[in-house]
């Protein structure tokens, strides 16, 4: 794989550590061998750590870069949809016209979930976050597909591929309705995926002749563009939960709730939540001072939400497109004079104005318009990570797949032990 090597200097002793060299992006130093010469790399949070060699997608945080196996997101987002980009990351190719039109067929005709599963509805409380019943039921699937979770049968994988990329909108939306007490709308496989989910979050058996309900085309354009550009990101943390949990052998259900539990944290997936949080305790225009200045004080440990990434050290590519269709959705719902909207485009405006920012390149990240959109479109805000995590589904499947079609060692870290040096046991009486 390599012929140059890196030389590492301990103690007097050498050690020649393998260089490989990517596609794309920066060169690797092989520290595998470390281990046989006493000893371990250390860099708590991985911040130079590539935990695998991936074919899916590759991300250039400094100049803003984001290819989809070799796609680059803009042109997805601008001519491709959200199946066909699932597709191209499961495959590795884009679908050719048959192709596609057999994957959308596929996906539709899986859309439904079994009966069994509303019972596990029930059992939660009605004012259960969504994200804690899409950890329970995601994982619940398991118990459901005993005929394909072989998960070393290329077969099996592909099927439970379109089942979870299938089924997710339709928990989701069931969650959703769950919540306001609503009755669960099944999906209508007439519809397009991003027209069917709305559909099954938003109609009722009410709605009826003149007033069912209609999905409107400029915001089905919108979500499906919300989930297209959550497609994927490479090797996030739930993502990297998600082969970690795969890398034990466990059932592909039970590692995507993996991906969902760690999704849910405010900084990483619960961003979008957290962001129209804030805004909603910002609450006016005239408070935006204090929470800047508060966020700029090193001495307070306050973040605003929506703004910088881990690896983007620069505009956020997907944020970029994102921006478009949050002006898009406002035009077309009229909302441009929302106070909460409002805030949001004054934060947008200081942040890329303010020098603690830019000097720290602290960019709006997706989060911060995807929550903003879905706020316009009538989302409540705690699904919003839900909607990221059905957008993200591919992208786990896909790098779960690619892990498991080749050959991989269960995923099992180090220390740099600082606690107690071995010490005798004392009896209680002795204390
Ligand atoms: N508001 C104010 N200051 C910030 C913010 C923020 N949102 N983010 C980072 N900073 C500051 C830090 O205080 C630090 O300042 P210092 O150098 O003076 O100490 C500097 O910028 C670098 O920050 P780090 O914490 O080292 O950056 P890291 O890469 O570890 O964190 C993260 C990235 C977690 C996304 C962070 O920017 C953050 O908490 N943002 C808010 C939450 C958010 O929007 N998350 C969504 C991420 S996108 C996604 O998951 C799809």
Redesign the pocket.
């Given at each position: 794989m390599s012929d140059r090597v890196a030389t590492l200097t301990i103690d007097g002793k050498t050690i020649e550590l393998p260089v490989y060299s990517p596609t794309e992006g920066q060169d690797v130093v092989d520290v595998g061998k470390l281990s046989a010469s006493g000893y371990f790399t250390y860099d708590p949070?991985f911040?130079a750590t590539a935990s695998c060699d991936s074919k899916i997608t590759f991300i250039d945080g400094d100049k803003g870069i984001l290819l989809h196996r070799g796609y680059p997101i803009e042109q997805l987002a601008a001519e491709s949809d959200y199946l066909e980009t699932c597709y191209l990351l499961l495959n590795g190719e884009l679908p050719n016209a048959t192709e596609k039109t057999e994957f959308v067929e596929t996906i539709r005709n899986h859309t439904m979930v079994h009966e069994q599963l509303v019972h596990l509805f029930r059992g939660f409380r009605r004012d259960a976050h969504p994200m804690a019943i899409m950890c329970g039921v995601v994982g619940a699937l398991s118990a459901f597909y005993h005929d394909s979770m072989d998960i070393d049968d290329e077969v099996h994988r592909k099927v439970t591929a379109h089942r979870l990329i299938a089924k997710m909108p339709t928990l989701a939306a069931m969650s959703h309705k769950y919540a306001l007490g609503q009755p669960f709308v099944y999906p209508r496989n007439d519809l397009s995926y991003a027209e069917n989910f709305l559909h099954m979050m938003f109609a009722t058996p009410a709605h009826h002749g003149e007033s069912e309900y209609k999905v409107n085309p400029v915001i089905a354009k919108a979500m499906d563009r919300i989930f297209l550009l959550?497609a994927d990101?490479e090797q996030?943390?739930s993502t990297s939960t998600v082969r970690m949990a795969g890398s034990t052998g466990a059932n592909p259900f039970a590692c995507i709730a993996s991906g969902i539990a760690a999704l849910w944290g405010?900084?990483?997936?619960g961003?979008n939540e957290?962001?129209l949080n804030q805004l909603a305790e910002i609450g006016d225009e005239s408070r935006i001072d204090e929470y800047i200045k508060k966020?700029?004080d090193?001495n307070d440990s306050?973040?605003?939400?929506?703004?910088?990434?881990?690896v983007y050290k620069n505009y956020?590519p997907r944020a970029r497109v994102m921006q478009q269709t949050c002006h898009e959705v406002f035009a077309e719902l009229g909302v441009e004079d929302d106070p909460q909207l409002r805030i949001a485009q004054r934060l947008e405006q200081i942040a890329l104005e303010d020098e603690?920012?830019v000097k720290?390149k602290?960019y709006p990240?997706?989060?911060?318009y995807s929550g903003i959109i879905l706020k316009a479109i009538g989302i409540p805000v705690d699904m919003f990570t839900v909607i990221?995590a059905t957008g993200r589904t591919p992208g786990w499947i896909a790098q779960w797949n690619e892990m498991i079609s080749n050959p991989y060692k269960i995923m099992r870290p180090r220390q740099l032990y600082m606690g107690e040096n071995a010490r005798d046991f004392v009896p209680v009486d002795k204390r």
């Open positions: 949070g911040v959550h990101h996030n943390a405010p900084a990483h997936g961003a957290a962001v966020a700029k090193p306050f973040r605003l939400m929506g703004f910088g990434h881990r956020d603690y920012f720290r602290l990240n997706v989060d911060f990221f």
